[in-house]
């Protein structure tokens, strides 16, 4: 018996397939969770069968993305704009800064109206988080803006340098909100369907955050790693929120023990990594002004 073909077809199905399982499984998903019957015998088929077509479709998106990034990429260097954000390393920062700008501000101001509306120190926490990175992310972006990327190495470390300093406080904030979590029970719910998609989201940025921080080694530009690092450092609290809601949704279950251990140490470990980026990004940038200094 052909055993690897037929892992290979269970892991490759016709594409039409892998739609129809997609939509069969959202469909029986939604069911399982509008009518309550989240630990029954058919809502465990309905998992196991979500489960298998979230893998087969990761597997057909992972052989077909290197095609259609190539057919992508030739469409899109034909727009000048396109073209540009993707050769342009300032072009590509700036629209990077503006946009994860935009998004802090929207959320400080969602949880300031919050704030106003219940009078919750939670929220207040959660404004402070948004407007500390909003705060980091206007100085990276006005920086290049006004000087672009590499033609002021020493104004780019002594930002950046700003911006780590600004970064290391920010662990007070989240020891607060961590500690919110711990001993008043906050955090974030997503019920249904919302909450697959979250995690989703949340582990292609924080997989997203990671590669990029990588990348920026070849732009030698502390400001370029300064902005991916408090993309990754945003990521790492965004992987914390999603295991608050994660237990909410399917720890029911969990003793308050054994949930209390889990947030703990997931919460130190968020801290300990936002502590040690600050730190070496700070070191980057130091070290960038006294080796330009020296050739002086």
Not at 104 to 127: C, D, E, K, M, R
Not at 269 to 283: G, T
Request: glycine share 8%.
């Amino acid at each position: 018996m052909d055993w690897k073909g037929m892992g290979r077809k269970l892991l490759f199905p016709p594409p039409w397939l892998i739609l129809l399982l997609a939509i069969f499984s959202t469909g029986t998903l939604i069911a399982v969770f509008v009518t309550g019957g989240e630990n029954s015998y058919p809502a465990y088929f309905v998992y196991a069968l979500s489960f298998y077509t979230l893998s087969v479709l990761t597997a057909w998106i992972v052989k077909t993305a290197p095609q259609w990034r190539r057919t992508v990429k030739g469409k899109i260097t034909g727009h000048p704009y396109a073209s540009r954000y993707m050769t342009d390393a300032s072009f590509k920062t700036k629209v990077s800064l503006g946009l994860s700008l935009t998004a802090s501000l929207v959320y400080a101001g969602i949880n300031v109206v919050w704030l106003i509306l219940n009078h919750s120190a939670w929220f207040g926490i959660l404004a402070t988080y948004y407007n500390t990175l909003a705060i980091m992310r206007f100085l990276l972006l006005r920086h290049v803006h006004k000087a672009g990327i590499g033609t002021d190495p020493i104004g780019e470390g002594k930002r950046s340098g700003l911006c780590a300093v600004i970064l290391l406080t920010l662990n007070l904030t989240l020891s607060g909100a961590i500690l919110m979590i711990l001993y008043q029970d906050r955090g974030y719910e997503y019920h249904g369907i919302l909450i697959y998609a979250m995690a989703a989201y949340t582990f292609y940025i924080t997989t997203h955050a990671i590669v990029n921080l990588i990348k920026a080694r070849k732009y030698e530009s502390p400001v370029i790693t300064t902005a991916r690092g408090i993309n990754l450092s945003a990521a790492l609290v965004s992987m914390l929120a999603l295991e608050t809601a994660m237990l909410s949704e399917f720890g029911k279950d969990v003793s308050a023990e054994t949930r209390w251990i889990f947030l703990a140490a997931t919460g130190a470990a968020v801290e300990i990594a936002v502590l040690l980026l600050s730190l070496f990004l700070l070191w980057k940038a130091k070290k960038q002004i006294r080796s330009l200094k020296s050739r002086s």
